[in-house]
């Protein structure tokens, strides 16, 4: 997607200022912790946790180096953590040291991960940390570390995840940049001058995700002070969950295509959110103490760059105004749409207020059950509204006792001794990727205890058959490693598909909690189902996914790449066989339930490690299909480049979605959807039967088939291709539609679309939600659709 850029960096330029990493420095409470995480001041300088105490059993089976270190405690490399000796270079070693790893020049690889470990202690810095790609920076989650910008701090941020070169580009191709952790840390910019000072620079995309980190700056409503907690310009993420920023100018200045934020914590800042602009952005749970201003999405005057944001059950209190706005129910296009929903303003007198007229647009004081500006349908009729909305009843099935939804923050295992622990490769399995580890790891499901925790040092891990997870069971896996569906036989038949990992029977209740892991295929598997999920929770939020991610080709280890499966536009394309990737990523079976937070499920549009970086031909038949009544969230999920859907309800109640994000298949139609997986009726796969235009059939990013209950805040879906060919965006005609709702009751909120003539099909009638109806910043973008 490197052809949509450049209109946002004018966004940004007009917005901010020039990129450039001069200006982009210049732009302009205490956290509480989650659920597993208590904060413990003290800062000893060893820690009891789990994670600094375990043996390292991982090792990289894709590049030759065998010494090859994944987990690296600064400490190791000669940083000192007390706050007074200059530990930048130190930690910056760390990163770099060994070799093959992905800075500068790189743009993408995940054959050489790190883990950045900072034990308790303080950590002065006088320039960026840079984050290589594939790299989790990891603070002690018992007595989280502090990094400390000194007095003389020259750069963009304390964290920079995508540093500018001296001719103002980016390392890395900011959409493409994947794979990245932060969590645990307090930063600190107190000691810099107020008219400097940045956190994290944070341009990333999908399976990226910010944890529990504070963000300390200076307190002073001085128009000098310029600091800021977290800067990011653009980007296609992406996820952040319980962060809290104290002071400073702003607390986040951001743009990105999509994002889901939950969680966050703002005290005295002048402006708590700054939104330079966006295509979505869902914000959950936010709390707004005693600023200025809380969210600003005004970027972009005379037209504004935001697409659309949503607030859901949060609190401003104590702010002169909530949110400042430009849109006007007159204007042309959709531009600034806005969702409210559950959201106090707490002695806040103004709750949105349209900055270029001075018209407070709603007052404040109150509790605000739902408002809306932007294109609202229900029923057939779409019209332009700013205006109080009918409240939605949720389902007990999805909210907490307080009536919120429902969320649980990863489980860092705080309480947990490392001797329970049980590392799979000191039981047997091998994880380099050719060994066949499928019996190993059966066993250590087998024989798990409730007690204990299944670690996954880091590996590829090739199994053959399908691997049965028994309810009660607890996985952790360092830095992703790789489940690999593998073998000629168990997973090669689509007329009978099978799963790689069948998680619990139906009718199983129980607790699975699974955490940094990735599956994928190696070779064509073309009857794998790389996950069946079939446990019932016994209490919300027990059975769950937190960054696991789902990745079919374009990366080593695979076969799938752009050395054997590369484009071709200019042919007639019959797909190659040795290019099938999987059946389906992921099914979430009728008597499950599920919670998903920060999960991709991606089939590669292009080449990760391989040098070309090219774009590639995978074929995959189905992304993710939910049949679940008993409960199910998905917070910050995208699914991508599937042939016949990305999404799929079916039957399901009671599901709740943050943010879903797809893209249609780049090489469609040559071939179209219709190939090369056939439609299976007792799947309700589309068959494309109707289809008359040439552009119909594609991937839909989203169906809805006899679903009640079913509660969409925030979703992004995409077609920018016709064959890689982009002149359809010049009509908005990559594809005829991308929503398909058939026999269901369905609220969306805040969704936005691009180049799909019809946004939602329903009950079969295309002439429901068209694009050029509700043009917007850059996509199409609908307030409310119900029915």
Partial sequence: MKELRNYFNLALAASVGSINPAVALSTPGGLWPSANNTWNSSAPSTSDWWFAKIDRRGTVPFIPSYNYTIFRNVKDYGAVGDGVVDDTAAINHAITAGGNRCGKGCDSSTTAPGILYFPPGTYLVSSPIVAYYYTQIIGDASSVPTLKA????????????????????????????????????????????????????????QASSLQNI??????????????????????????????????????????????????????????????????????????????????????????????????????????????????????????????????????????????????????????????????????????????????TQRPAALVDSKGNIFTKSKNQYLNVDASKFISVKARGAIGNG?????????????????????????????????????????????????????????????????PVFKIGKPGDVGIVEIS?????????????????????????????????HFRVGGSAGTGLQSDTCGKSPDLTTTPKPECFGAWMLLHVTADASIYMENTWLWVADHELDLPDHSQINIYSGRGIMIESTKGTWLWGTASEHNVLYNYQLRNARNVYMATIQTETAYFQGNPDARVPFKSQASWDDPDFSSCSANNCARTWGLRVLNCEDVFLYGGGLYSFFDNYGQDCLNTESCQESIIDIQHSKIKIFGVSTKASVNI??????????????NLSSFCATVAVFEQ
């Fill in 150 to 205: 000194s007095s003389n701090f020259s750069g963009i941020a304390v964290i920079d995840a995508d540093p500018y070169n001296d001719q103002g580009n980016n390392w890395f191709t900011n959409q493409n940049n994947f794979f990245r952790q932060v969590r645990n840390f307090k930063i600190d910019l107190t000691s810099q001058p107020m008219t400097t000072g940045t956190g994290i620079h944070w341009q990333v995309a």
């Fill in 214 to 391: 504070e963000f300390n700056m200076i307190v002073s409503k001085n128009k000098e002070n310029s600091q800021r907690g977290i800067f990011m310009e653009n980007g296609s993420g992406g996820f952040m969950t319980d962060l809290t920023f104290n002071g400073g100018r702003y607390g986040m200045v951001l743009g990105s295509e999509q994002f889901t934020s939950r969680n966050l914590r703002f005290n005295n800042c002048q402006t708590a959110i700054f939104q330079i602009w966006n295509w979505v952005w869902t914000y959950h749970g936010l709390s707004i103490n005693n600023c200025d201003i809380g969210i600003d999405i005004t970027s972009g005057d005379p037209i504004q760059s935001v697409g659309s944001i949503i607030v859901q059950d949060s609190v401003f209190s104590n702010t002169s105004i909530g949110i400042t706005t430009l849109y006007d129910p007159s204007q042309e296009g959709a531009n600034g749409t806005m969702i409210l929903d559950n959201v106090n303003f707490l002695h806040t007198p103004v709750a949105v207020q349209n900055t270029r007229s001075g018209k407070v647009v709603l007052h404040g004081s109150a509790n605000i059950a739902s408002w809306i500006q932007g294109r609202a349908y229900v029923g057939k009729q779409g019209r332009s509204v700013q205006a109080a909305y009918p409240a």
């Fill in 434 to 498: 050719l060994s066949d580890d499928t019996a190993a790891i059966q066993a250590i499901f087998d024989a798990i205890k409730p007690d204990e925790v299944v670690f996954f040092d880091h590996g590829a891990y090739l199994i053959t058959d399908t691997v049965f997870v028994p309810p009660n069971v607890r996985i952790v896996g360092e830095i992703w490693p790789l489940i690999m569906a593998g073998g000629n036989t168990s997973f090669n038949n689509p007329a009978h598909p099978k």
């Fill in 516 to 548: 940094d892991l990735i599956f994928e295929t190696q070779g064509p598997q073309p009857g794998a189902i790389l996950m069946e999920w079939n446990v019932g929770a016994t209490s919300k939020g027990s059975t769950g996914l937190w960054d696991v």
């Fill in 760 to 773: 939602i099909n329903n009950n079969g009638s295309a002439q429901m939600v068209h694009d050029a109806d």
